[in-house]
Nanobody, 124 residues
């Protein structure tokens, strides 16, 4: 069982930066691929950034490439999302996710664990 708790959301202005963190419980964190997804009001949940178990491979959604950076610390059991140059369209609830299959995380199919989410609001 893995529990994920996100933190770091808030209200910022366009162009600002924000850092999200996800703390994972359990002693097998390093065996899970991790990801950040987001869901805007009235829209479906979509992936934002994914990272493999070792952190060697990272995948970003096109809208955030060059602005967001995902990282993980397998000692502290955390995965972070650094968000720079935020835009109003980045407004969403951001969810942390964990799955032992990177492929399943990419496809967002049967993801094993989800956090409860943290709200990011970007004003123009």
């Amino acid at each position: 069982q893995v529990q994920l708790v996100e933190s770091g959301g808030g209200l910022v202005q366009a162009g600002d930066s924000l850092s999200l963190s996800c703390a994972a419980s359990g002693r097998t964190f390093s065996t899970y691929a991790m990801g950040w997804f987001r869901q805007a009001p009235g829209k479906e949940r979509k992936f934002v950034a994914l990272i493999t178990e070792s952190g060697g491979v990272k995948l970003y959604a096109d809208p955030v490439k060059g602005r967001f950076t995902i990282s993980r610390d397998n000692v502290k059991n955390t995965v972070n999302l650094q968000m720079n140059n935020l835009r109003p369209e980045d407004t969403a609830v951001y969810y942390c996710a964990a799955d032992r299959s990177f492929g399943d995380l990419v496809r967002a199919l049967g993801v094993e664990y989800w956090g409860k989410g943290t709200l990011v609001t970007v004003s123009s």
